[in-house]
């Protein structure tokens, strides 16, 4: 399976901290504990992983920040990109004598201008075309790129997965739009209808992405609303 490059990076920081947990978690005897706070223990396992993946990442893009659980937050030059990391240990947890562990790593991305975004296209005939025009006009002007793949609950289920960075479209039913939105609240993403509400399945609208994402997008689509109602209003009448 062919990754992203940022993916493959994130990937390779992985397998390699998780070698040094599967040492670290079979030695259990000679493990450092110390406490971090009530009922809440770090180990020594975790340091370590915590600090390979930051290795591994700093060489790949040396100017993201990094935001981790043991270590804490490092500022980098590139403000717009920051990597969090949570190395989970399982140091209690073991089936058939074998360590559970896990490492989690996203990449926080704050800018716009690399995002992908995916949207609805009214038919002729249905829905509001010109308002639909400014939007999409908006957003290829905000965007890296725009996608059209034709089923709502396929675009939030790549929301919740990463694959896109935000999706917005109109004129949905509510079995559109159910499974979808859970998938994107479960992942840790925002979901609303267009006026930024919660009455999605009511109004048959959806705006989802990372928070950053879902806030530019909602205020994008209102500007792009605002200028189509103005065109509107300043168009010449029928005689």
């Given at each position: 399976?062919?990754?992203?490059?940022?993916?493959?990076?994130?990937?390779?920081?992985?397998?390699r901290a998780a070698r040094s947990l599967k040492r670290d978690l079979g030695e259990l005897e000679h493990l450092q504990v110390s406490l971090k706070g009530p009922r809440n223990?770090?180990?020594?396992?975790?340091?370590r992983a915590e600090a390979i993946v930051?290795?591994?990442?700093?060489?790949?893009r040396p100017d993201y920040g990094f935001l981790g659980e043991e270590g804490g937050t490092?500022?980098?030059?590139?403000?717009?990109?920051?990597?969090?990391?949570?190395p989970l240990d399982g140091t209690t947890n073991f089936l058939h004598g074998i360590p559970h562990f896990a490492i989690a790593i996203a990449l926080e991305r704050n800018g716009t201008v690399d995002a992908i975004v995916a949207c609805g296209l009214p038919h002729y005939g249905r829905g509001d075309l010109a308002l639909a025009r400014n939007e999409i006009a908006a957003a290829q002007r905000a965007f890296a790129g725009l996608r059209r793949y034709g089923a709502a609950t396929l675009d939030l289920a790549w929301i919740a997965a990463g694959r896109l960075?935000?999706?917005w479209e109109r004129d949905l039913s509510p079995w559109d739009l159910a499974a979808g939105s859970l998938l994107v609240r479960e992942a840790g993403g925002f979901v609303s209808d267009i006026d930024g509400?919660?009455?999605i399945l009511q109004k048959g609208s959806v705006v989802a992405g990372n928070e950053t994402m879902h806030r530019e997008l909602l205020r994008l689509l209102r500007d792009a609303g605002k200028t189509a109602g103005q065109e509107a209003a300043a168009a010449p009448t029928a005689p």
């Open positions: 399976m062919q990754h992203s490059a940022v993916l493959n990076v994130m990937i390779k920081a992985a397998h223990f770090v180990t020594a396992a975790d340091h930051r290795e591994e990442l700093a060489k790949a490092q500022p980098g030059t590139d403000k717009t990109h920051r990597w969090i990391v949570d960075d935000a999706y509400g919660d009455a």
